[in-house]
Nanobody
Framework: QVQLVESGGGLVQAGGSLRLSCAAS?????MGWFRQAPGKERDFVAA????????SYADSVKGRFTISRDNAKNTVYLQMNSLKPEDTAVYYC??????????????????WGQGTQVTVSS
């Protein structure tokens, strides 16, 4: 059973940066980040392939967020720069249990972390 533990969330002013980390136990394949704001659906943010060579981003974060992974540490990161108030949400780490397809829908991920709150003040 894969377990995912996120860290790195917090309160930051608009224009600032945060780096989220997700430590995994067990074998993981494609890993991704999703976010959910109050009263809204859980939305795709970014995904990274098994070897880190391929990535996918939501249009709303392209050019500002960077996803990466360190397989030696079994950890995936989300570097978030130029943060905006609309980035405020609970951020969830997710992992697929098979193949190397960069899925952008939450239904494609089997394992989920508990979430970490990111709040961007204006």
């Amino acid at each position: 059973q894969v377990q995912l533990v996120e860290s790195g969330g917090g309160l930051v002013q608009a224009g600032g940066s945060l780096r989220l980390s997700c430590a995994a136990s067990g074998r993981t394949y494609v890993m991704g980040w999703f976010r959910q704001a109050p009263g809204k659906e859980r939305d795709f943010v970014a995904a990274v392939s098994v070897n880190g060579g391929s990535t996918s981003y939501a249009d709303s974060v392209k050019g500002r967020f960077t996803i990466s992974r360190d397989n030696a540490k079994n950890t995936v990161y989300l570097q978030m720069n130029s943060l905006k108030p609309e980035d405020t949400a609970v951020y969830y780490c997710a992992a697929r249990s098979w193949d190397n397809v960069l899925i952008t829908t939450s239904g494609g991920y089997r394992h989920w972390g508990q979430g970490t709150q990111v709040t961007v003040s204006s």
